[in-house]
């Protein structure tokens, strides 16, 4: 294990911390400000979530052709493009007016660019150049996810306390500009060398199948596997989304939410802990069907029970299927198909998540809307999971 962290420090370091950024893009995030914007433009919470979900959805679909471009480019280049994009939509919203045109370009980069790009960056940046240890390299890139969903959400509240909100936004993108850039150019600084090596090995492998787009999205393994791995992005983000009504519900208060949080991230890393190395040891396939059981367990005991120490038990459960699905669906697709077109094939999927993420805030806001509660809530993700399970379950031989 301490070979593995040694070998190339700089690169793991590079998968945390462009992770770690991708956070300014995320709903943990943004949704701390939805308030205040919804203020500026008076907006409903039915009005919001609607331009968000299309802004997002637009981000996955604009992602497909991007997200291939990791291939070809050079990794520094295309780490520039995306945290700059990122940095530039974060101080875009220092200058937000009451504009819907420009609320949606704002939020659609903020997606685009935080997590859909940098987010698709790190995971196939650890994919691509790990092979014996892949597990253990998306777990450690995923790590900066995690610590940015423990952090971000209590920050940004200090900030908008302190400089107000929309100085919270420019303190943002100042400092992927200050700390993020100089930071990713020192770690990737013997790029050049390191992907001589991968193209050396991979050449190598010659008679490994070239697989592209038009033959994975024909093939059936990716209509088995597809669910399973959108499956948490769609649940947790409609339930995020949608955590006020949730926990109003329930009778739990904001407070309690807010240390379930920590809950959550703690076994979000235990999760990490866990699939890592579990998959670097067995068949990914073999072992996919059975990660979304905590999850499962968690949302039972949030559709059955009242008390506040189910919060923590909900909360702890979701973290641990988040934390397992990060190097499950990391090191899935590269088993599925290589790594030779790697970024356009998760390029594909991060845009098949993106798409999940988007749909989830609509689908549970009408089950808010027709007045039913957090029991159907529940119900609806309870089958979802069930669904996702079904299939790579009877396949996984």
Same mark, same amino acid.
């Given at each position: 294990?301490?070979? /593995? &962290?040694? +070998?190339?420090?700089? %690169?793991?370091?590079? #998968?945390?911390?462009?992770?770690?950024?991708?956070? !300014? =893009?995320?709903? /943990? &995030?943004? +949704?701390?400000?939805? %308030?205040?914007?919804? #203020?500026?433009?008076?907006?409903?919470?039915?009005? !919001? =979530?609607?331009?968000?979900?299309?802004?997002?959805?637009?981000?996955?679909?604009?992602?497909?052709?991007?997200?291939?471009?990791?291939?070809?480019?050079?990794?520094?280049?295309?780490?520039?493009?995306?945290?700059?994009?990122?940095?530039?939509?974060?101080?875009?919203?220092?200058?937000?007016?009451?504009?819907?045109?420009?609320?949606?370009?704002?939020?659609?980069?903020?997606?685009?660019?935080?997590?859909?790009?940098?987010?698709?960056?790190?995971?196939?940046?650890?994919?691509?150049?790990?092979?014996?240890?892949?597990?253990?390299?998306?777990?450690?890139?995923?790590?900066?996810?995690?610590?940015?969903?423990?952090?971000?959400?209590?920050?940004?509240?200090?900030?908008?306390?302190?400089?107000?909100?929309?100085?919270?936004?420019?303190?943002?993108?100042?400092?992927?500009?200050?700390?993020?850039?100089?930071?990713?150019?020192?770690?990737?600084?013997?790029?050049?060398?390191?992907?001589?090596?991968?193209?050396?090995?991979?050449?190598?492998?010659?008679?490994?199948?070239?697989?592209?787009?038009?033959?994975?999205?024909?093939?059936?393994?990716?209509?088995?596997?597809?669910?399973?791995?959108?499956?948490?992005?769609?649940?947790?983000?409609?339930?995020?989304?949608?955590?006020?009504?949730?926990?109003?519900?329930?009778?739990?208060?904001?407070?309690?939410?807010?240390?379930?949080?920590?809950?959550?991230?703690?076994?979000?890393?235990?999760?990490?802990?866990?699939?890592?190395?579990?998959?670097?040891?067995?068949?990914?396939?073999?072992?996919?069907?059975?990660?979304?059981?905590?999850?499962?367990?968690?949302?039972?005991?949030?559709?059955?029970?009242?008390?506040?120490?189910?919060?923590?038990?909900?909360?702890?459960?979701?973290?641990?299927?988040?934390?397992?699905?990060?190097?499950?669906?990391?090191?899935?697709?590269?088993?599925?198909?290589?790594?030779?077109?790697?970024?356009?094939?998760?390029?594909?999927?991060?845009?098949?998540?993106?798409?999940?993420?988007?749909?989830?805030?609509?689908?549970?806001?009408?089950?808010?809307?027709?007045?039913?509660?957090?029991?159907?809530?529940?119900?609806?993700?309870?089958?979802?999971?069930?669904?996702?399970?079904?299939?790579?379950?009877?396949?996984?031989?």
């Amino acid at each position: 294990m301490g070979s /593995f &962290f040694l +070998s190339q420090t700089r %690169l793991l370091l590079f #998968g945390f911390f462009i992770s770690f950024f991708a956070g !300014f =893009g995320q709903t /943990f &995030f943004i +949704s701390i400000f939805n %308030l205040e914007i919804r #203020g500026l433009l008076n907006l409903s919470d039915g009005q !919001f =979530g609607i331009l968000y979900s299309l802004a997002t959805l637009a981000s996955a679909i604009v992602l497909i052709w991007f997200g291939k471009l990791i291939d070809t480019m050079d990794l520094r280049i295309y780490t520039f493009i995306v945290s700059l994009g990122l940095a530039c939509a974060c101080i875009g919203m220092f200058f937000l007016t009451n504009s819907l045109f420009m609320l949606f370009v704002l939020i659609f980069s903020l997606r685009f660019f935080g997590q859909g790009a940098m987010s698709h960056t790190g995971t196939t940046t650890m994919s691509r150049y790990y092979v014996s240890d892949r597990g253990k390299a998306i777990s450690v890139g995923s790590f900066g996810d995690v610590l940015a969903m423990m952090t971000f959400p209590i920050i940004a509240l200090y900030l908008i306390q302190l400089i107000g909100w929309t100085h919270a936004w420019l303190f943002s993108g100042l400092s992927i500009l200050i700390i993020f850039f100089p930071l990713y150019l020192y770690l990737l600084k013997n790029q050049t060398l390191l992907h001589k090596e991968f193209l050396k090995k991979t050449n190598e492998i010659t008679l490994q199948k070239s697989w592209r787009i038009r033959n994975v999205i024909i093939d059936k393994n990716f209509y088995v596997y597809l669910p399973i791995s959108i499956a948490p992005p769609f649940i947790l983000t409609g339930l995020i989304f949608h955590q006020v009504f949730i926990i109003t519900n329930k009778g739990w208060g904001m407070e309690l939410l807010a240390s379930s949080y920590i809950g959550w991230g703690i076994f979000s890393i235990i999760g990490l802990c866990i699939g890592g190395p579990l998959i670097d040891k067995v068949n990914t396939k073999k072992a996919i069907p059975y990660y979304l059981f905590p999850m499962l367990f968690g949302i039972l005991f949030m559709m059955f029970f009242e008390h506040s120490i189910f919060i923590f038990l909900y909360m702890a459960l979701l973290g641990i299927t988040n934390g397992l699905w990060l190097p499950f669906t990391g090191s899935l697709w590269v088993e599925l198909y290589g790594v030779k077109n790697l970024g356009a094939i998760r390029a594909l999927m991060h845009a098949c998540m993106v798409f999940a993420s988007a749909l989830s805030p609509i689908m549970l806001g009408l089950i808010i809307d027709y007045r039913f509660g957090t029991f159907t809530i529940g119900l609806f993700c309870v089958v979802i999971i069930l669904f996702s399970s079904y299939f790579p379950f009877i396949f996984r031989n």
